[in-house]
């Protein structure tokens, strides 16, 4: 017998977008994160806490983050 397993999804931030204010790695330190260079990256997990993604994605001022 076969496993099923859901098809996790993650969250998307598009850079061009990015006005780099920073709510997403207040709102969810989890899954955002400012690099070095001051670009927001996307933290590599095996699941995303969703509640908190999607709040991040609620408040992000030009709406560039999405799930993928
Ligand atoms: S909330 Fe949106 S605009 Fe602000 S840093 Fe995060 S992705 Fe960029």
């Known amino acids: 017998m076969t ?3 859901p098809l996790t999804q993650m969250p998307v931030v ?4 990015c006005i780099r204010c920073g709510i997403c790695t207040e ?9 070095a ?6 933290v590599e997990l095996t ?9 991040a994605i609620k ?3 030009v709406h560039c983050i999405d799930w993928e």
């Open 3 to 5: 496993v099923k397993h």
């Open 59 to 61: 408040y992000c001022p």
């Open 27 to 35: 709102v969810c330190p989890q899954a955002f994160q400012m690099n």
């Open 47 to 55: 699941a995303y806490p969703e509640p908190e993604v999607n709040e």
């Open 14 to 17: 598009d850079l061009s977008e």
């Open 37 to 42: 260079a001051g670009y927001i990256e996307v």
